[in-house]
């Protein structure tokens, strides 16, 4: 009788306040450039920035410029990790017939720096086929994770966005992580899916949990 395949388990998260707290280095150099001092706790959304440093200088350029930092390559480059990401990756390693991916709807532009950053902190998982990015910007970034969940047939994913979350929600079938960040504190839908970014035991059981479902079902 020929042996039978045994069907891959594959992890999917997002990088930027998941992976990689990305708004620390934003957040100093907008310091640095403006003089602004802008808290963690003040971002609520991704146009937080923009909208704050209008409020305090009245100029909408310097604001629209401030904001497009988070996709600044020096950024990218000095964002440091979450140790709970990181030691949940080194755990997800060690499951057998897995695989893990990087989920993001940063512009496709970034796809070399974003690498290079994922290699400096998870430097085992190969990221030129594990990083799932946009081509181009013409299609919208929650689209684009929907549809890369239901195409590798991904089983869990991690996620800080509330408006991703909620569609992650209503149109996948995929385990989901919710990470505790202050742009989602006023979102009180979806706590029992909630974990903070250092959490790695929550995070990890989150998948054994996805991982126990997908067998079931196989």
Known sequence: MPRKEFPVFNIGTDIDGVVLQSDIPLLKRVKQITGITIERSDLQSWKSVETIVYRKTSDLSLAREMNNLW?????????????????????????????????????????????????????????????LIRNNLSQNGDDFKVDQIKSRGIAHMTEDSPT???????????????????????????????????????????????????????
């Open 71 to 131: 996709f600044d390559p020096e950024s990218l480059r000095n964002s440091p990790p979450y140790k709970g990401a990181i030691i949940t990756a080194i755990l997800c390693r060690g499951l057998p017939h897995s695989q893990q991916y990087a989920i993001t709807s940063r512009p496709p532009e970034f796809r070399d720096s974003t690498i290079q950053n994922l290699l400096q902190h998870l430097p085992f998982i190969d990221w030129n086929t594990h990083l």
């Open 164 to 218: 991703t979350f909620h569609e992650l929600v209503t149109r996948t079938t995929c385990g989901l992580t919710y990470i505790n960040q202050p742009w989602n504190s006023s979102d009180d839908r979806y706590q029992n899916y909630r974990a903070n970014p250092n959490n790695f035991a929550r995070q990890f059981c989150d998948i054994l949990r996805a991982r126990q479902r997908f067998y079931l079902y196989q």
